[in-house]
């Protein structure tokens, strides 16, 4: 293989050349770190943006490489993955690993520039990141361990800013987590098929007929969830910037409804548009309000 095919093989192996996942992780990270500091009444330094920023991509990045590494036996009986890089042999999964453990460095070296708590705090999300992938195989509940995994940058937000994680923190924490658990169902919607033959376990598989009605509940908690913490910080008048949330997942209910893989995926990719809209409404609000 030459350089550059090695190098848009490791791409695909961090899914740097798919970006909405890194998004997903991103905006949240964010608008956490935004609205924890509105309880100081102030704005985040662009320093503190830029830490969390790149922690958010590099973690990312690593999370989809150990995933690759934990699923490299079974992603080749599944449609989609059948062609990731440790499937047909572009990529080691010696690879992988090193991958996994050279990002995860570079996010312990962010950690310096932020208070200690913060490296306490951070060993959860590592090990929640590290486990992700090896609990498909015991319990239907893997995207509940992916949604701590991701949301844990929410805590660390508020660790970073307050020295603790206060009520609020804890609120958007919840609503991170039942957003992550809805999007992720419709992801594991499309190789539920596929699942179910070769025994990898998922929220799909568990909540079975239900599976969309059960994501809509969640996505309504999320969004009463994040009112209640906009109504907190900014008034209450703020509850309805929220409103077109509420119409991006109608658009995600009549895309899943009918449950065709294509029409999940798509819905799964829509969520983006739903963190780039809290995220630029937290901003445009906290900027007005304290800049």
């Not at 970006?19 to 503190?48: H, M, Q």
């Not at 989609?80 to 440790?86: C, E, M, Q």
Request: hydrophobic letters at 55%; a positive charge; glycine letters at 6%.
């Amino acid at each position: 293989m030459t350089f550059r095919q090695k190098l848009i093989a490791w791409l695909q192996l961090t899914r740097f050349d798919k970006p909405v996942g890194t998004e997903l992780l991103l905006y949240p990270t964010l608008w956490s770190l935004f609205l924890a500091n509105a309880e100081l009444g102030k704005l985040p330094d662009i320093e503190r943006i830029l830490i969390f920023a790149l922690g958010a991509v590099f973690m990312r990045a690593a999370g989809c490489a150990i995933n690759d590494f934990a699923d490299r036996k079974v992603d080749g009986k599944v449609k989609r993955t059948k062609d990731r890089p440790l499937v047909d042999g572009r990529l080691s999964a010696k690879t992988a690993v090193m991958t996994f453990l050279g990002l995860s460095l570079l996010c312990a070296c962010l950690l310096f520039f932020l208070p200690i708590q913060v490296f306490y705090w951070s060993l959860g999300a590592l090990l929640l990141a590290f486990i992700y992938p090896f609990m498909k195989r015991h319990t239907h509940l893997p995207q509940v361990v992916l949604a701590a995994a991701f949301g844990w940058a929410v805590p660390m937000a508020y660790v970073a800013t307050l020295g603790h994680v206060s009520v609020w923190g804890w609120v958007l924490f919840v609503a991170y987590m039942c957003w992550t658990v809805a999007y992720d169902t419709e992801y594991a919607m499309c190789d539920r098929d596929d699942d179910v033959k070769i025994g990898v376990k998922s929220t799909a598989i568990l909540f079975g007929r239900y599976d969309v009605m059960a994501i809509m509940m969640l996505m309504m908690v999320f969004l009463i969830l994040m009112a209640l913490s906009f109504m907190y910080y900014f008034g209450l008048w703020a509850k309805w910037l929220l409103l077109p949330v509420l119409g991006l997942f109608v658009y995600q209910y009549l895309l899943i409804q009918k449950k065709q893989r294509l029409d999940c995926f798509k819905a799964f990719r829509h969520n983006a548009w739903v963190g780039r809209y809290v995220f630029l409404v937290t901003v445009i609000v906290c900027v007005w309000l304290f800049g």
